[in-house]
């Protein structure tokens, strides 16, 4: 099980430990490094700052937005970073939700999210094989365009640019085990947001037919301390803004993966504390038990005790986000 770091995106301004966390993630062997997007900084541009300032670990987005750009713009952003950082680019996707698809990108979310998600992946394949112009008569993606506001005379393009890569690494975000399966098809990998070591059995299904060298790559926060209650505050923190606010009261995927993961009654009461206002309460509501059971938080000996469980199963990749240089090195010393 390789080690990643994930730097996630930026709050109200660049964090400036970012770069210096990057560089000591490398120099420990860590395999690679992942920046994210919500509704303020982009993806590609930490990644790129940090691309320059290191030479060996591997790039990844966890996760660029699909709404935010064309396929193809994205595969532009891919190709260019991947030949800027000698072939380290490794291109994660995922498609959002509806409050952030049309109230940020002002875009409607997809009826069918599984079939634009192919459609996504399979326009960004096209750019990356560079063995023809790109085409695509698709529901939600068309190459070139043939939509009534349209001139008719768009014309069928390859980049100009060949790209470094045509098999460059895609790997998507998926929730559902529906969209979880699909992953599996046409993907390189999969970035679970929720992993627990003890509940396997919640994926088991949707990852029956894994191929030969697909990825897993969930994300964890990890932190050596002595509190473990004190600890997990930041993880609890996070749980009660995405089950409580990253989606609607009737269609909120994070909240559904929580329920299905067991915690269904306490999830319904996160988001209805959350969208009440009472904010706090939220985050105290989340469980201790599942805050911990996806997260590496504690002392050294507790930690190297659960690592043992993640290396266990079918994860491949673990993305730490892991807030300072003493913890990145000892899960580094601890994964050797």
């Not at 209805?272 to 706090?280: D, I, K, Q, S, V």
Request: glycine share 10%; with cysteine.
């Amino acid at each position: 099980m390789r080690l990643g770091l994930a730097l996630g995106y930026w709050g109200r301004g660049p964090d400036r430990t970012h770069l210096d966390l990057a560089a000591e993630a490398e120099n420990l062997g860590y395999g690679s490094v992942w920046t994210a997007e919500a509704w303020g900084s982009d993806a590609f541009t930490p990644l790129t700052w940090i691309a320059a300032h290191t030479s060996r670990i591997r790039l990844g987005t966890a996760i660029a937005q699909m709404a935010a750009r064309t396929p193809t713009a994205t595969a532009m952003h891919a190709l260019t970073l991947d030949h800027l950082s000698g072939g380290r680019m490794m291109l994660g996707l995922g498609l959002s939700g509806p409050q952030v698809v049309e109230g940020w990108y002002g875009r409607p979310f997809p009826a069918s999210p599984l079939t634009a998600t192919r459609e996504y992946v399979d326009v960004v394949r096209q750019v990356l094989r560079r063995e023809g112009p790109v085409a695509l008569d698709g529901r939600f993606h068309q190459h070139p365009y043939r939509g009534e506001d349209g001139t008719g005379i768009g014309k069928p393009l390859k980049p100009i640019t060949h790209p470094l890569r045509a098999d460059l690494p895609v790997l998507l975000g998926a929730e559902g085990p529906k969209n979880i399966a699909q992953t599996t098809r046409i993907a390189d990998g999969w970035l679970p947001l929720y992993w627990s070591p003890t509940r396997t059995d919640v994926y088991q299904a949707s990852l029956a037919d894994l191929p030969e060298g697909f990825m897993i790559a969930p994300m964890a926060r990890a932190k050596v301390c002595d509190d473990v209650a004190e600890g997990l505050l930041p993880v609890k923190a996070m749980l009660g803004f995405y089950i409580g606010g990253m989606g609607h009261a009737a269609r909120n995927f994070h909240a559904d993966l929580m329920a299905r993961m067991g915690y269904e009654e306490e999830a319904r009461r996160i988001q209805e504390l959350f969208l009440a206002g009472r904010r706090e309460e939220a985050v105290l509501a989340v469980p201790d038990a599942f805050a911990d059971e996806i997260s590496l938080i504690g002392p050294r000996e507790r930690i190297a005790e659960r690592l043992d469980l993640w290396r266990k199963g079918p994860v491949t990749d673990l993305l730490l986000t892991a807030p300072d240089p003493h913890t990145l090195r000892v899960l580094a010393e601890l994964n050797n």
